[in-house]
């Protein structure tokens, strides 16, 4: 098992637990503190998150802002890809792909299943989908993240 999926089995263990491990990884990429978001899941495979709608995460017509979508959806991949992949392979996006089907007017849940190829030689570029929907279930949008993974250098 990875250092972040121990981390987060470690930490949901315990009251505010899921609001710490979301502290600690915006604290590794600070800008996902912008959107303030809660782990729901997270396993080798798959990582689910949500963010409530808030003034911060709005735009003009008090819904939740398209960027904001994507950036819940680039954390979900991200965190699902790091606690997916073994200790001598790294990950960096390379490309998305959004298409945005329906207002967000609650909160954002987002659902990111990785399945990462077995054999990658010096590199496999990897799709995660991933979707997002209101919490009354409706679909709002729809990420595809292209994410370049290879074996780490040895130093």
Same mark, same amino acid.
């Given at each position: ?17 899921? =609001?710490? #491990? ?9 800008? #996902?503190? %912008?959107? !303030? ?6 396993? @080798? ?10 003034? @911060?995460?709005?735009? !003009? ?18 965190? /699902? ?9 790294? =990950?960096? &996006? ?22 990462? &190829?077995?054999?990658?030689?010096? /590199?496999? *570029?990897?799709?995660? &989908?991933?979707?997002?929907? *209101?919490?009354?279930? %409706?679909?709002?949008? !729809?990420? *595809?993240?292209?994410? =370049?993974?290879?074996?780490?250098? @040895?130093?």
């Amino acid at each position: 098992m990875n250092k972040v999926l121990a981390q987060y089995r470690k930490l949901i263990r315990y009251p505010g637990g899921r =609001w710490l #491990f979301a502290r600690a990884v915006c604290m590794q990429a600070p800008y #996902f503190g %912008s959107i !303030h978001p809660r782990f729901d899941e997270l396993d @080798s495979g798959l990582a689910k998150a949500h963010i409530r709608r808030r003034r @911060s995460v709005q735009n !003009h017509i008090g819904t939740i802002h398209a960027i904001a979508l994507c950036n819940l959806a680039e954390l979900v991949a991200g965190v /699902g890809i790091e606690a997916t992949l073994t200790p001598d392979r790294r =990950w960096i &996006p390379k490309g998305m792909t959004v298409h945005y089907l329906a207002k967000c007017r609650h909160e954002a849940h987002a659902t990111a299943r990785i399945d990462i &190829p077995t054999e990658i030689g010096e /590199g496999v *570029d990897c799709i995660v &989908p991933v979707e997002i929907f *209101d919490r009354d279930g %409706s679909k709002v949008a !729809h990420a *595809d993240i292209k994410m =370049w993974v290879t074996p780490k250098r @040895s130093a």
